[in-house]
């Protein structure tokens, strides 16, 4: 009696008999699995390629470009900014170019805009770009999905018929046992044409083990697979982490136990296989030695849920976006604050950062509300104008004035300092 992964096939049975399968099984594909593709921060922007999303951008410019110019031409953009004046001396454009791009910007990140264009032509380039990001934002929102979620690169080969439309993967099996009987005696045309190709190869792509045909797969890394039994390719996968079965069997067969011919032990034999069967000790056994016993189960697949997680490596691209057009906005708001207080001129003497933090704590201050007072350039004069005169007068009172009064008096009435002054001490001589 033998009880070994031995496959029923009908040239054993005439040599010695079995008894009913214990286990169902098949010819696979074992083949070595590709390295996950290294994490990019910016996966967001792989779904087009840099040529589109140059093309896009070229696009964006001249559609904004050309919009701002057709409402300069056309009539029907210029409009009164006074409704109540029936002949205004000026008619307003709300199409500027700023504008422009911000309508298409809008349009293009699906948000829309409050600026819309009132003429034909104008409406003719914002429906023709509506129609443009539409498709794109479809097309870029299907493939985002794919490249985001995909955590595996994509095998060469997925079957056997894969493995028969090319050469650059050699591909292999036992030398002497079932599994190359399978192949030479099949009259499927795909598994005649592996079998030409194995039995031509040159070097030779048998082995003598499955072993051996093992350590190959290992060792020529997604170069060689081999055909096995899947029962033994199951054991191997779940102790080798870097193995994996492709597709699914290319046969069914079973392991039985071997007897010798007549013998009157088959059928009691069976029968207890069958029991053990209905019980489930057979598959509790398989799982015992399959994935626990013998550094089984050390390469543990992920849930199904788990696959569809998308980590910080993937979306971390999106955050740096966010925070680098926070910091963007804010040196921006910093250039416009500098650039308007240059535009009202107001206080020199006052330091720009000194203002900026005032208006900082006024930002802050969640007690101020939504209004705030208007700061003008004559309102800042005074107060320079002030502390200057408070400070003439402190140095007047301390050393005094030197020489005839009335000489000072009509040097200080001659000059732009004596006129500052006179405002001061109320002098009207």
Known sequence: MAIIDMSITSIRQTAVDFTMPYMNTGVGILYKKKPPPPQNLFSFLMPLSLDVWIYMTTAYL?????????????????????????????????????????????????????????????????????????????????????????SKMASPVNSAEDLAKQT???????????????????????????????????PSVMANSNKEGLDRVR??????????????????????CDLRQLGGLLDSKGYGIALPKDSPYTAAISAGVLALQERGTLKELKIKWWKEERDGGSCKVEAGGGNAQLSLAQLGGVFIVLVGGMAASIIIAIFEFAWKRRKLAVDENESLTHEMWEEFKFAVNWRAGDTKPIKTPSQSRVGSRSLLSKSNAESINKYGVIGDDSKSTKSRKDSTYACFNENIYGDKK
């Open 219 to 240: 060792k020529e890394d997604g170069m060689y697979a081999f055909f096995m039994e899947a029962a033994s390719i199951e054991y191997h996968i779940e102790r080798f």
């Open 62 to 150: 001249g559609v904004s470009i050309t919009m701002f110019l057709l409402a300069r031409l056309t009539p029907f953009e210029w409009e009164n900014p006074h409704p109540c004046v029936d002949e205004p001396e000026e008619l307003e454009n709300e199409l500027t170019l700023h504008n422009c791009f911000w309508h298409n910007w809008g349009s293009l990140m699906q948000q829309g805009s409050d600026i819309a264009p009132k003429a034909i032509s104008t409406r003719m380039v914002a429906g023709m770009w509506w129609f443009f990001t539409l498709i794109m934002i479809s097309s870029y929102t299907a493939n985002l999905a794919a490249f985001l979620t995909a």
């Open 168 to 202: 650059k993967i050699k591909y292999g099996t036992y030398c002497c046992g079932s599994t190359q009987g399978f192949f030479s005696s099949s009259t499927i045309p795909t598994y005649q044409k592996l079998n030409a190709f194995m039995e031509s190869a040159k």
